[in-house]
């Protein structure tokens, strides 16, 4: 199953976990990997938490991103079972956060170059998009890979042409 399917403020996309098939044996489901249909609840959630100075995170979930959650698996429940899976056999896995970002959000942390303000330091990766987008980030993150290899493109183009560099 290669879809994803949306539905406005989330996303569904097939998932598989290994964490699955201990859940469904805890129900007392025999299952194989084969027989596993899956489905992952994707949120843009709301830009909240810190990293600490020990370096723990905190990223506690709003009000808004449980509903989100809880209307994104209660659409997967539809899913499923419109598929034929017995609601009997619909187990969930705990919720997990994946593609942070906003720590170092454009404008805040660095420029429009993805500058930041130590000269030459820059940051391209998920960190400079200022809220959660929703969705896999990869084409993002790509985009501004990119954009930061023209950007030193053309400094070190400019820095070898001038005649203070000579």
């Known amino acids: 199953m290669g879809t994803k399917a949306e539905f406005g ?7 598989f ?4 098939l201990p859940l469904l044996e805890n ?3 025999n299952a194989n ?4 249909l899956g489905i992952m609840v994707k949120i843009a959630d709301e830009a909240n938490g810190k990293i600490n100075s020990d370096r723990s995170v905190e990223k506690p979930l709003t009000e808004r991103d ?4 809880k209307e994104g698996y209660e659409k997967s429940v539809e899913v499923l079972v419109e598929a034929g899976v017995d609601p009997s056999s619909i187990v969930s896995t705990p ?16 420029d429009s170059n993805l500058e930041t303000k130590i000269k030459g330091l820059f940051i391209a990766d998920t960190s400079v998009i200022p809220q959660a987008p929703g969705r896999p980030p990869i084409l993002t993150v790509t985009a501004l890979a990119k954009r930061l290899a023209q950007i030193i493109e053309e400094r070190t183009e400019i820095e070898t042409k001038s005649p203070l560099t000579a």
């Open 27 to 29: 129900k007392g489901f």
């Open 95 to 110: 919720i997990r956060g994946a593609h942070p970002g906003g720590t170092a959000a454009i404008g805040k942390v660095v």
């Open 33 to 36: 990997p084969e027989d596993i």
């Open 17 to 20: 976990s290994a964490q699955i």
């Open 66 to 69: 449980l509903g989100l959650l």
């Open 9 to 15: 403020p989330y996303f569904l996309s097939p998932h």
